[in-house]
């Protein structure tokens, strides 16, 4: 079956630092989306991406999409107290009207 | 323009017995999805509604069931509660099906 791997699991970063995680499929993903949680709080959709090889920008964060679609990163730049949370990257199960599989997200710590 | 809205917010329920959750989706969403949330791990699907009709299935046994009324509104029912559906529970809306989803807040339901 599908295997997506998110790794790192968790990160603990000096703010001002920069910060990564990555999401590995097995086989190739019709699109892929970006959701932060913050601590007791709830997904919050950050992105969508569905072209090989797209990249999208917002302020600090520059989302990837791999040329063969079965890889994805999410690079934050200069983080920011304001960034720590769980960023899962997600996919839809079943091709693009599928519902969302969740990683296990990658839990980012930021010290002042 | 409210979002997604999820009642209650908070429920303790004893083994066996049967719960109701609610949600109403963002206006000009038709669809709706719930989520079961255990502490640290990633959002698990439990299913989706469309046309007040379940459309898709994760997972999860008989003892889950939903519904969608005509105001698009759902609700999750989960009979002979077992100490493992202690969970953070999570319902999102989409304007279409495989559209980004928003989320609510959720229903944290603990068993005793």
């Known amino acids: 079956g599908q295997q997506v791997m998110q790794i790192p699991q968790y990160q603990h970063v000096q703010e001002g630092e920069d910060f990564t995680t990555y999401c590995n499929s097995s086989?190739?993903?019709?699109?892929i989306q970006w959701y932060k949680q913050r601590p007791g709080g709830h997904p919050v959709f950050l992105i969508q991406?569905?072209?090989?090889?797209e990249v999208k920008k917002q302020k600090r964060l520059t989302f990837q999409f791999g040329e063969a679609k079965k890889n994805s990163s999410l690079h934050i730049t200069a983080t920011q107290t304001t960034d720590v949370g769980t960023y899962f990257c997600t996919w839809n199960y079943g091709g693009s009207q599928g519902n969302l599989i969740f990683g296990k997200g990658t839990k980012l710590s930021v010290k002042p | 323009d409210a979002g997604v809205t999820q009642s209650p917010t908070h429920l303790i329920k004893t083994r066996g017995q049967q719960v109701t959750l609610r949600c109403s989706p963002k206006s000009g969403h038709d669809t709706v999805s719930w989520y079961q949330q255990a502490l640290g791990q990633g959002p698990q699907f439990i299913f989706q509604y469309y046309e007040e009709e379940e459309r898709q299935r994760g997972n999860f046994p008989d003892r889950f069931s939903g519904h969608q009324f005509p105001n698009y509104s759902s609700e999750l029912n989960v009979n002979a509660l077992l100490l493992g559906d202690s969970a953070l529970y999570l319902c999102?809306?989409?304007?279409?099906?495989?559209?980004?989803?928003?989320f609510g807040d959720g229903t944290r339901l603990s068993i005793l």
């Open positions: 991406l569905v072209k090989s090889g």
């Open positions: 999102a809306s989409s304007p279409r099906v495989g559209q980004p989803q928003h």
């Open positions: 086989t190739t993903l019709s699109n």
